[in-house]
């Protein structure tokens, strides 16, 4: 793994987020030099995290970004030109293969896998040599058959920030000519993401307003939802900062029965705090998988937030997930003609395979000794560069 010098640390992960500002023209920056940024100057920055929800979504047509309207492949060239710049020389020469790992379901509402793959594609034109698509956990069973000596019948269960993907492979012993088999896969449009919502709907969200009422009129009518939908997305939390929605916020602010609630959103918005609440939000739940009560924090702009969450409520709030992704399960162990009894492994990867919750799914249903985890940030991108270097990739290609 290519490790990166970043602002903080190094580490092997590099994150999907742009910060733009301007100076002398706009400057741009990506993964944790985007975030340092953004930190230092929220007010004047444009901040956007986790572009590659919006891959397979036909409502996304581009990002403003000051006087520039950046499209899905833009956004991605520019964070690949990054990418490289801070790899210290080590992705300087035109790689022969590019693996690009892909969901099984793509997130978004009625997402559009071959949309994703034209955007991809023009990402990628013109960075390296031939383009090949591989189920993301495809790419984990690779990195995991290095730990097995025998052969096995292999679980992946992957977590990632907008999709949950499963897929069931046989692994054959060393040295076999073939040594992973996929025999089925099943994937949701949920994962961390979704999880971060819930704590955001029931927690946050009731005190920036929802839930309240505003006069119009003789009238009392209730706040419209769809303020408190977009800030429930960071996708299009980031969109919100634009004079049209802010000036309605602040009509919305001055008729409102808690002027203070909506006043709380309007100020997270136009300090562009949006990455710092969704990091306290992270937080608390990455707690929440260590501790059974955590507090939740945060505060900027003259905004202050702070309550005790208990494990059971989080579980609560995330129960319809939990039920819809133990169904996708169901769904992977069908496609491959697998009952449970006849997995002798399960792969755990991402970082919502941390929380416990998740992981008692596997318990309960496979037995904690047929469990394993780890590299829950890196697994992935590690077995996709062993499935390139396989003397044909197309077998693999999705």
């Known amino acids: 793994m290519i490790e990166f010098a970043g602002p903080d640390t190094v580490s092997a992960v590099f994150r999907s987020a742009l910060c733009f500002w301007e100076d002398a023209g706009v400057q741009v920056e990506a993964g944790p030099w985007a975030i340092a940024e953004y930190l230092e100057y929220p007010e004047g920055s444009r901040f956007l995290q986790s572009f590659k929800s919006v891959a397979a979504s036909s409502a996304f047509e581009h990002a403003s970004v000051f006087d520039k309207r950046l499209r899905f492949e833009d956004l991605g060239r520019t964070f690949l030109g990054k990418l490289v710049a801070h790899a210290a020389g080590k992705l300087d020469s035109r790689p022969e293969r590019i693996v690009v790992g892909r969901p099984i379901e793509y997130a978004g509402g009625r997402p559009d896998p071959k949309l994703a793959r034209a955007r991809y594609d023009a990402m990628f034109a013109g960075f390296g040599g031939e383009i090949h698509y591989v189920y993301e956990p495809i790419g984990a069973a690779f990195s995991y058959a290095r730990r097995l000596s025998d052969p096995a019948t292999l679980l992946v269960a992957d977590f990632g920030g907008g999709t949950s993907d499963f897929s069931v492979v046989r692994v054959d012993a060393p040295g076999a000519a073939r040594r992973c088999t996929a025999l089925g896969h099943a994937g949701i449009a949920i994962a961390g993401d979704r999880f971060d919502y819930r704590i955001i709907d029931q927690l946050v969200l009731p005190l920036l307003g929802k839930g309240g009422s505003y006069r119009s009129f003789d009238k009392m009518l209730e706040i419209p939802g769809g ?170 290609a999705s």
């Open 227 to 396: 303020y408190f939908a977009d800030f429930g997305d960071w996708s299009r939390l980031a969109l919100m900062r634009n004079r049209r929605t802010l000036e309605a916020l602040h009509k919305l602010q001055r008729a409102a029965e808690d002027p203070a609630a909506i006043g709380r959103m309007i100020a997270i918005i136009e300090n562009e705090l949006g990455y710092r609440l969704y990091d306290a939000v992270g937080t608390l739940k990455r707690a929440l998988s260590s501790v059974a009560q955590a507090e939740f924090r945060f505060e900027g702009g003259g905004v202050k937030l702070a309550t005790e969450v208990r494990r059971e409520e989080f579980e609560t709030w995330i129960a319809p997930d939990l039920a819809r992704i133990e169904a996708t399960i169901d769904r992977a162990l069908a496609a491959s003609g697998a009952s449970a009894a006849a997995i002798d492994r399960v792969f755990l990867t991402g970082g919502s395979s941390l929380i416990p919750a998740v992981r008692d799914i596997f318990v309960r249903r496979f037995g904690e000794d047929r469990i394993g985890s780890g590299g829950e940030l890196t697994s992935i991108a590690h077995g996709l560069a062993m499935v390139a270097q396989e003397e044909d990739v197309s077998a693999w």
